[in-house]
């Protein structure tokens, strides 16, 4: 199924789930109603809820086969739960403010750096996925003052001493994932040993 329109708009809908189809463009302005979408391992460029459901909760978009997946925090301001791993992101995504955003998950999306402004980005955030990304520095997490949970297996953070630093500013964080991190520099240093 590339794509998906209903004839009419269906007002009752509350949740829709269209994973592993190759829908290349999805436009929900026709479920007023929708609170939860999964759109996963399609082909989508960009998810266009502006004009649309107001109430929509929780947006799943990982594994999208195009080259850039194009979604801009103005179209997501009440989401509370957003799942985009496995996609090349668009700077876009972080232009605007998500005040309600409590879960994001960015796991496998290229990241080398994140926006400085990450805290007024995304205020209320409590969970935090960045798994294997490509990030040598988490300082611009620094005053995510909810923030529970944060993992970041697979990094590439230089050195520990500005992760314990950024420690200090996150006063609720209760679990931390450091599995797996290494540097640059350690990934030469066993590259060389193993010559």
């Not at 266009?48 to 459901?53: A, H, K, L, Y």
């Amino acid at each position: 199924m590339c794509y998906f329109q209903p004839a009419a708009p269906l007002v009752s809908l509350q949740t829709l789930k269209v994973s592993s189809n190759r829908l290349r463009r999805l436009d929900v302005r026709d479920f007023p109603q929708l609170r939860t979408l999964y759109a996963d391992g399609n082909e989508l460029e960009s998810i266009n809820p502006t004009g649309g459901p107001t109430r929509l909760q929780t947006l799943s978009a990982r594994s999208q086969a195009g080259t850039a997946l194009v979604v801009t925090g103005r179209e997501l301001r009440h989401v509370k739960r957003l799942f985009l791993s496995g996609n090349a992101l668009s700077p876009s995504l972080f232009a605007q403010p998500c005040p309600e955003l409590a879960y994001l998950e960015l796991a496998s999306c290229k990241l080398t750096s994140l926006p400085n402004a990450f805290a007024t980005f995304a205020p209320a955030l409590k969970s935090l996925n960045l798994n294997y990304n490509y990030l040598g520095d988490l300082s611009a997490l620094a005053d995510l003052r909810r923030l529970r949970k944060l993992s970041v297996v697979g990094s590439r953070l230089e050195a520990s001493t500005p992760v314990v630093r950024l420690l200090q500013t996150l006063p609720a964080l209760e679990m931390l994932d450091l599995r797996c991190v290494r540097s640059p520099r350690s990934r030469r240093h066993s590259r060389a040993s193993l010559t």
